[in-house]
């Protein structure tokens, strides 16, 4: 009957050892947690730079956009000088041509 029981001093290593075991355990949910709470902090973080690269890539279309409309304008004032100076060239030949034809008349 006395091989059933375990003396004092066996009792007492398997406690030690069992509070060491839950130290140890203990140590490593807490890590777990710490770890949990930056990967929700990195996850939070990436959500809002992905936001924030949205708005600039949008920002980014809309002066593409007007820059187009910038350089358009020079070749759009090119456009019009060229044109009114045949305007003018054309008006000066055709004013010509009446007063040559008005002056054998």
């Known amino acids: 009957m ?23 355990l203990n140590n490593r949910i807490l890590m777990l947690e710490k770890t949990s709470a930056q990967m929700h902090e990195l996850v939070k973080n990436v959500g809002i730079m ?4 949205k708005h600039m890539a949008k920002l980014q279309n809309d002066l593409n956009e007007r820059l187009e409309r910038l350089e358009q304008v020079p070749s759009n004032n090119f456009n019009v000088i060229k044109n009114s100076v045949f305007a003018a060239i ?11 034809m008005l002056m054998f008349l």
């Open 50 to 53: 992905a936001t924030n690269m």
């Open 90 to 100: 054309g008006a000066a030949l055709g004013g010509a041509i009446v007063s040559a």
């Open 2 to 24: 006395d091989n059933n029981y375990i003396s004092r001093t066996e009792h007492n290593e398997y406690v030690r050892r069992m509070e060491d075991e839950h130290k140890r």
